[in-house]
């Protein structure tokens, strides 16, 4: 109960239902943690970027989108709710989607 009210993401070994979710606890909480990670960035300096490094991180973010969708063992974006490669990869690719074009 400790660890799910810190936000904090557990690994495989602490999952309670064998789903291999980051947050036993509350599921749906994997989204807040790729935003807490875009905010983070995006306070560190992120919002000091020119628009040209910004439109250049637009262009690769929707590359790597695409990317993802294309290659995800799933066929999709489904996904992002675990702390494996594959699941951090959709994530990431998903709040990057959301976040970027936002910032120009």
Known sequence: MVIGSTLVPVGKTLDIRGWTE??????PAWSLF????????????VRKFPNRVLGILVLLAACFL???AVTSPRSGLIGGWS??????????????????????
Do not use: K, T
């Open 22 to 27: 980051m947050y036993p606890l509350n599921g």
């Open 34 to 45: 790729f935003e807490y990670i875009a905010n983070i960035l995006y306070a560190a300096g």
């Open 66 to 68: 695409v990317h993802v």
């Open 83 to 104: 702390l494996d490669r594959n699941e951090l990869q959709i994530g990431f690719a998903r709040v990057l989607s959301r976040s970027l074009p936002a910032s120009c």
